[in-house]
Nanobody
C-alpha cells in the first residue's frame, strides 16, 4: 500500500506563492501516478494537476501557467509549486496516487486509490 503525507500549505496573499509537498511511503517508486486535487468549502473535489511515471504532466485549465507539478523519485516526493495565487485557489489540497502506470481518467478523483490527509491553502485578496 501507499501512504501519503502533504505539507506546505498555509496563508498567502493574492499574487504570492506556496509550494506543497507530498511524501509517499510504502509501495513507492517511479511508476506511481501522482496528482493533486483540491476541495473548496461547499464544492466538489476537483482535479488540479497530475504527473505520470513518464514525467508527463497535465493541469486543470484554471491553474495552467501558474502551477507546476514535479516529482523527485529518489525522495518519493511530488511537489506542487503554486505561483500567482488567487483567492479562488483557496481550498484543502489533497495528494493522490495510484499504482497503475496508465490511469484511464487521470482527472477523475475516483481513479486514485491512495490519498493524503489534505493541507489547507488560503489566499487572501
Amino acid at each position: 500500500q501507499v501512504q501519503l503525507v502533504e505539507s506546505g500549505g498555509g496563508l498567502a496573499q493574492a499574487g504570492g506563492s506556496l509550494r506543497l509537498s507530498c511524501a509517499a511511503s510504502g509501495r513507492t517508486g517511479s511508476n506511481l501516478t501522482m496528482g493533486w486535487f483540491r476541495q473548496a468549502p461547499g464544492k466538489e473535489r476537483e482535479f488540479v494537476a497530475v504527473i505520470l511515471w513518464t514525467g508527463s504532466t497535465y493541469y486543470a485549465a484554471s491553474v495552467k501557467g501558474r502551477f507546476t507539478i514535479s516529482r523527485d523519485n529518489a525522495k518519493n516526493t511530488v511537489y506542487l509549486q503554486m505561483n500567482s495565487l488567487k483567492p479562488e485557489d483557496t481550498a484543502v489540497y489533497y495528494c493522490a496516487a495510484d499504482l497503475r502506470r496508465l490511469v484511464p481518467k487521470i482527472t477523475e478523483s475516483s481513479e486514485y486509490n491512495y490519498w493524503g490527509q489534505g493541507t489547507q491553502v488560503t489566499v487572501s485578496s
